[in-house]
């Protein structure tokens, strides 16, 4: 799961992170689901940086700290087999391993199941 640098998050970027950064080939090589969560800007965070250093919460490197708890949130959702890929209708999770390689984007927002190219 890589976490965006600052101003890299998806409003600020678009696809260009996600889609360069090399993570979604070696995630489909290897039977893997990517995440992407994002750290979106606001008044305290004005560039959308994930808390490394503790300017939003001081439990910021543990596990109560509350960007690493929406994380494990975010996680447990996908392992549960209860979260879909954006606009589709296809499930996420353990319980079927064909879900990791074969949901591919195949326009802005939208995913289908194939071999990914």
Known sequence: MPLHGCKQNVATVG???YKNAGYNRWADTNNMIV???QASPTSANPNGC???YGYDDVNFPAKSGGQMVAIKTMID?????NA???NSNQYLG??????????RNTSNGYYAYGSCT
């Open 35 to 37: 995440l992407y969560p």
């Open 77 to 81: 959702r996908i392992t549960s087999g």
């Open 94 to 103: 353990y319980y079927s391993i064909y879900a990791y390689t074969d949901v």
């Open 84 to 86: 879909y890929a954006v």
């Open 15 to 17: 696809t260009q992170y």
């Open 50 to 52: 994930w808390d490394w």
